[in-house]
């Protein structure tokens, strides 16, 4: 319900060295306790990504073109890939 219903709250994502990533669209949508983040790579290059919110458990819903790097636990999206996360309390 999150993802039709929910509040959007826009998020700066920062790459595996620290820096902005401006092709990177990533947001959260919040209904109630269910809480989504969705990365969108909207470039043409493979991008690495620190994990947002490390603190937090995170279910994979929708993934496309992207893996999780050990030991790191960074997020690497393929071009154009995107991931939809399911935030776990």
């Known amino acids: 319900k ?3 219903r929910g509040d959007t709250q826009f998020v700066d994502l920062q ?11 990533a947001y959260y949508r919040t209904y109630h306790k269910e809480q989504l983040l969705i990365i969108n790579n909207l470039s043409d ?12 458990d995170m279910a994979i819903l929708f993934p496309k073109g992207m ?13 154009y890939g995107f991931v939809w996360f399911l935030v776990l309390e």
Do not use: M, S, T, Y
């Open 67 to 79: 893996r999780v790097e050990d030991p790191d636990n960074q997020i690497v999206l393929e071009p």
């Open 15 to 25: 790459n595996h060295e620290g820096h902005d990533c401006p092709g990177v669209l």
């Open 45 to 56: 290059k493979l991008i690495k990504l620190k994990n947002p919110i490390p603190e937090k």
């Open 2 to 4: 999150a993802f039709g």
